[in-house]
Every structure is written in C-alpha cells, then in structure tokens.
C-alpha cells in the first residue's frame, strides 16, 4: 500500500476543484486578517461561539461517529483536538458527551485573541488544554490525537486557495494516530466536499463516511457529518 500524498501533491489535485468551483476566487472568511478583526472586537457578537450546530449537538454526533468507526476509549485514554477552535465551547461539550473515556482536549487556533477569550470562558476545565498552530501554513504539526473535530473549519479554509488547504488537511491527517476519527462538521454535501477531503485522504489506505445530521429545532439548517479513518484501523 502506498504511503500518504505530501502536501504538493493534495495542492495539485486542490487546484483542480478550486477551478471548479468559487473558491478559486478567496474570499474574506480565508483569510487570518477577518477571523482576527473579528476575535479582537470588543463586540462578542462579531465572532459567533458556534458555527452551525450547537457544541452539544455536535459532541453528540462526535460519539456516535467514534463509536460507528474509531477504536479505543478505555477510561482516560482519549486524546481530542478541537481544530480551528474559534471561540467555540465544542471542546468543553466533548469533554461532557465522552466523560472519562477522554484525557485531554486540545483547543487549537491561530488566533491569540480567540484562544484567550476561550481560556476565560472555560477556566476551571482542566481536560482542556491551547495551542496557538496555523494549520493553513506548511509544516504544521499537531499533537497526536485519537479525535480531530472540525466543525466549519475547512468551510473557511477552502476559501484561502488550494495550497492553504492542502495544509490543513495534511496536519489533520498527520496527527491522527493508529484508531483515530476525523470528524468534519459542514453545509456541504458530499458531490461537493468529498472530493477535498479525498485529495489528502486517499481512497486505498482511507474510508470517508458522510452522515446527514438529524434536524430537530436547534438545527435549522441541513449539515453533513464526515467521518474518516484509517482501513487499516477497520477489523
């Protein structure tokens, strides 16, 4: 079995789907300068905590996604990453839904001001940890994780160009250690976000599930949930 394309070779097969569709053309939510005017802005409103799902909803379908295709969860054995955290409190909702199945849950942004902010609203949680990482940039590494959780993240990234994207997408699958779930939360469905996903993950040593999430009165909107792990990991 083949090893895993490095980042020039998921940036080439990017560069295709961005011909194809708007992100060829980056847009505001790509780029840091946005996210930061925003997390700086005395106006909490300007930087919404949650973006589609609320964190319980989310955590919930997290759960459901390692159950479904991830491995492990002895007590205090898993490791989450929350990816592009944001100011959002999913880090804090997984800690919750997976009780003392999960260690750690690390809170990672490029943001100083949105990691700050969230630090504060969650002071007392001691399972969550931050790290300051820019995973649109090359080279980025993560701590290994048993869950990486993604909720809109790559929604804005792909807004940055395909070699941002590339980026992102090789830390996630980088970091993934033997077992682990990659958890995306987006609008997009899968004739439109699988094939990204697939130009890191690839078809012969990768499985790529998308689930629609229900929608009750707190989801107003139709979201997908996307799973990947390894095949390796699958029994």
């Known amino acids: ?17 961005h011909a194809r569709h708007a992100a060829a053309h980056p847009l505001p939510l790509g780029t840091h300068a946005y ?3 925003a997390y700086a802005a005395t106006d909490r409103g300007r930087a919404p905590s949650e973006w589609f799902l609320e964190a319980a909803a989310a955590a919930d379908e997290v759960c459901t996604a390692h159950r479904l295709h991830g491995s492990g969860g002895e007590t205090g054995a898993l490791r989450a990453l929350h990816v592009g955290c944001g100011t959002s409190h999913l880090g804090a909702a997984l800690a919750d839904a997976f009780g003392p199945r999960l260690a750690r849950v690390v809170n990672t942004d490029f943001s100083a001001a949105a990691l700050a902010t969230l630090e504060a609203e969650l002071a007392g949680r001691a399972e969550q940890e931050y790290l300051l990482s820019d995973m649109s940039s090359e080279g980025c590494a993560l701590p290994q994780a048993d869950l990486v959780v993604d909720k809109g993240t790559l929604d804005a990234v792909v807004f940055a160009g395909a070699p941002s994207t590339a980026n992102f ?11 682990a779930v990659y958890v995306h939360f987006t609008e997009e469905p899968p004739d439109y976000r699988t094939e990204v996903i697939e130009a890191a993950f690839d078809a012969e040593r990768w499985r790529i599930a998308a689930a629609t999430v229900e929608d009750d009165d707190s989801v107003p909107n139709t979201y997908f949930r996307y799973s990947v792990w390894r095949r390796e990991d699958v029994g």
């Open 169 to 179: 997408l090789c830390a996630v699958r980088d970091c993934m250690a033997p077992g």
């Open 35 to 37: 996210w930061q005017q």
């Open 1 to 17: 079995m083949r090893s895993d394309r490095g980042a020039a070779a998921v940036t080439a097969l990017l560069r295709r789907w």
